[in-house]
């Protein structure tokens, strides 16, 4: 990656890197990219007023009578394409009539880090980001060998994979993002990459490139890659597991040493504000109508799902929403490959603050095998079981709205509420095989 001296003045960066054109980017409300590509010509004036896009045409909740939305570059964000080096990709932050727009989502986070960051917190977060390799239209896996019962950590399935996979690493490598093990996961045609966690920003402007690294990439072999919530219903879904922690400068606020399990009160704290909010962060970390068929899912082939149920803790056990795997982080096991990269972390954020401020409890952890013997624990919530039930949980939530803005809320639902409807009124073959005789 550019350093930052190099990349504060991207006209110069390009110059230096041999970038002949810049993707000026951003991330909507639905999760989705856009872009804009701009060559290093043009790049002087672009980092000073922004790329102009017509919000209207993506999900941002504006009307085509909006005035032009400026994308403006974080030149701190450049990644310079591993495989296609004259291609500079920037993050930016959006601006209209000249003010920061409230509902856009790479604002939403750095403002409630902001915040955060005023009562002297930081956040850092690891991402484990699952895909499907599948053919290029996405209606079967890649690899028909790859049949397992249980598919988890094949190494054959992985190295007839290997050219797309190293490739890929290969590219994390020379970003110098640090990433340490690929694999098989346990569905087939299913993958892992892992790269170390970094600043809350950081990890989320790198969870948008992955995804878009891995689509490009893949699609140069012949493939497709899908971070799909849950493309083969009888297969384990695609999660996207965020590790989280708050730092004080060098120090991890979450670790200590005579707390259980290694972790600190404050730790805790933010697990009980996570446990309290719970339903209404869904609405970020599985945002869509297909999300909900990988949480609250019957047994996958595999024999397990992986994916939680019920809004409950535990150590190191992988059947409940967090895991405590090691000292000084927890894992929210919530979030699928659709979650929004910056506001999942934002409601992540927002919630566990709250529970800090008003200490909350989360309770005894549960050490059980949540999936055989969930049944048995009395009073745990369950997660909401569709779309619609998480969006109505985030309209509720006081806890989100006051901390993320009323813009971003009444925007996110209102657009979400209309895609739950347009789903409603598609008629399924489910439908027609129950009903037509009735
Ligand atoms: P697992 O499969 O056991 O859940 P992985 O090794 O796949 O875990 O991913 C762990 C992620 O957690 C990595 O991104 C790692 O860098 C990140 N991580 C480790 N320690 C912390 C921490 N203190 N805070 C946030 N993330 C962390
Ligand atoms: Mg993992
Ligand atoms: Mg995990």
Redesign the pocket.
Known sequence: MATELATADLKHAAKELGIKYFLISYVDLFGALRAKLVPATAIGGMQKSGAGFAGFATWLDMSPADADLFAVPDPQSLIQLPWKPEVGWLASDLVMNDELVAQAPRNVLKTTMLGADSVGYQM?????CEFFLTNADGTKISDAADNATKPCYDQSALMRRYEVIKELCDCMLALGWGPY?NDHEDANGQF?M????DDALVTADRHVFFKYMARAIAEKHGLRATFMPKPFIDLTGSGC?M???LWAGDT?LFEDEAGELGLSDLGYNFIGGLIHSADAICAFTNPTVNSYKRINAPRTVSGATWAPNTVTYTGNNRTHMIRI?DA??L?LRLPDGAANPYLAPAAVLAAGLDGIQNQRDPGKRLDINMYTDGHKVRGAKKLPLNLLDAIRALEKSSVLRNALGAPLINGYTKLKTEEWDAYSRHLTQWERDNTLDI
């Open positions: 850092k977060t690891g991402v484990e093990q892992e892992n790269w170390d966690f597991h590790h989280t922690s991890n795997p000084g982080r894992e």
